[in-house]
């Protein structure tokens, strides 16, 4: 459509002289109105363009890593010393501005997301759809507009809220002014909660899409974050109870192609590796192994701290971390002469024990966005909120056991606490959850600075609102504290 507007808008100035009978003739295009009103998949398609946006650069790729990485105290920029990847230097010092690339570039990439899902529920109000086949798009589109509103909310906090297609002056207005934190969390919830009543429990063969169990464990994290435990543990019984999850016993397999899907998954990003391939764009390529026979940029590399953080004997650390010159699972020696003593093993793809279209760009690494593990963590933090201290640590011990680990010795309720944050930092690491658990729990300032970097209080808990956006508003956009 924007081809057509731009040809037609060209052709006109060129033949301003022209007879007026020539330039009178109808626009013979397709509207994408009249295209979807003619199409028998209209519906299906609308929902597929929602979910293109995962796999899109700005979403889920280098801004991404750094903001939801980098920035933590579990990983560093890595690459070159030289190599400031444009501001992920700045992620990584906490010496960031308004100004920084990455926070315009996620700001935009998650409302082109919720333009997506608003566009598409007003389209499928207008098409004539089964109405349970409807009531099942719509479920799915509002479980990813959730979700880019859940990334916008951790990362800036208040944002504009826009539940619909803005028309109305005022609706238009609206898209320039903030929101309240909790009122993005509204929007979040009652979206997750559609969601949950209108999907099926699985798809069978079309992985990736958004299913009931995804939407409440997503609403089970969303109520741990706003410290409503009575709702969180009605959400994480549901899921638990249904009893089609479990941890999968072998936690380096995971990550690899044969554990994708396995009983511990939730939700997850779906990639393909074959012709023609489909993946997040450069997720792999950004963080895998640089220098001589390495395969990519080597950026978002582990740090010291998390790689002595395991416990001896712990699991985990071998299939999270990779040491320079290590033999990998599939036979392939990393770099001994690295840029970096550590990578991260969790994003690794196997060119040849895995499916590979012969492209590391778009590779068939499946995004893991929400794990059984994780469910399990937030349900023994509701526990022990609740004073269940007991049933708290039989979740927490049951993460520990799958890592080859003894039980906790926490034994109070600030104690396991304490412990329990301090699991979802081994059990998540690298998985874009540390900043965000720092955050929420007010760690962030001891955190940050024990990692040798300049947190402020008062104003680092939060990034800035891109100075673009602020621009655009003509000032109506307010920034945050300290900016």
């Given amino acids: 459509m924007k081809k057509y507007v731009a040809i037609t808008l060209s052709t006109a100035l060129m033949l301003g002289a022209c007879k007026k009978s020539f330039l009178d003739e109808k626009p013979r295009a397709q509207t994408p109105e009249d295209y979807f009103a003619s199409s028998t998949k209209a519906p299906e398609e609308i929902v597929t363009s929602v979910y293109s946006k995962l796999y899109d650069w700005n979403q889920h790729c280098f801004s991404w890593i750094g903001a939801t990485s980098i920035a933590d105290d579990n990983a560093d920029k890595g690459s070159d010393p030289g190599d400031s990847g444009t501001d992920k230097d700045q992620l990584d010092q906490y010496s960031f501005t308004s100004t920084s690339m990455s926070f315009n570039e996620l700001w935009n990439a998650n409302f082109e997301g919720i333009a997506r899902v608003n566009k598409a529920l007003d389209m499928l109000d207008k098409l004539s759809v089964d109405p349970v086949l409807k009531a099942r798009y719509q479920g799915e589109v509002r479980f990813l507009r959730a979700y880019y509103y859940f990334q916008l909310v951790r990362l800036f906090g208040g944002v504009p809220v826009i539940p619909r297609v803005p028309v109305t002056e005022d609706e238009i207005r609206a898209v320039s002014i903030r929101n309240t934190a909790e009122e993005v969390y509204d929007l979040i919830q009652a979206d997750l909660e ?27 994290k969303v109520h741990m974050y706003r410290q409503n435990w009575d709702d969180c543990l009605t959400q994480c019984e549901s899921l638990i109870n249904s009893g089609l999850f479990d941890l999968h016993p072998n936690y380096e397999e995971i990550w690899r192609e044969s554990g994708e899907w396995c009983k511990e998954s939730i939700w997850e990003i779906q990639a393909k590796g074959t012709y023609p391939s489909k993946g997040i764009q450069q997720y792999f390529t950004v963080q895998a192994p640089r220098g001589a026979g390495g395969l990519g940029w080597g950026f978002n590399t582990p740090t010291q701290k998390l790689h002595d953080a395991y ?10 971390i990779i040491t ?5 699972w599939d036979g392939w020696q990393t770099n001994p002469a690295a840029p970096n003593k550590y990578y991260n093993y969790k994003c690794y793809i196997s060119e040849t024990q895995e499916s590979f279209a012969n492209n590391r760009d778009q590779t068939n690494k499946n995004l893991r966005v929400l794990r059984y593990a994780d469910l399990l963590l937030i349900y023994a933090e509701a526990l022990n909120e609740k004073g269940q201290t007991g049933a708290a640590l039989q979740q927490l011990n049951a993460v520990r056991q799958r890592a080859k680990i003894g039980n906790s010795m926490a034994t109070t309720q600030s104690e396991l606490r304490q412990a329990i944050w301090d699991e979802r930092r081994l059990e998540l690491a690298m998985e874009h959850d540390r900043l965000f658990d720092l955050r929420r729990t007010g760690q962030i300032a001891a955190a940050i600075r024990a990692d040798g970097k300049a947190f402020v209080e008062g104003k680092h808990e939060l990034f800035p ?4 956006q602020i621009d655009l508003s003509n000032g109506l956009m307010t920034q945050n504290p300290g900016y």
């Fill in 465 to 468: 609102i891109p100075q673009r």
């Fill in 311 to 320: 416990e001896a004997g712990d699991v985990r650390r071998d299939a999270t």
């Fill in 324 to 328: 320079s010159g290590q033999v990998l």
């Fill in 194 to 220: 559609f969601a949950a009543s209108a999907l099926p429990e699985d798809y069978l063969i079309e992985k990736g899409r958004a299913t009931k169990w995804a939407a409440v464990g997503m609403l089970a």
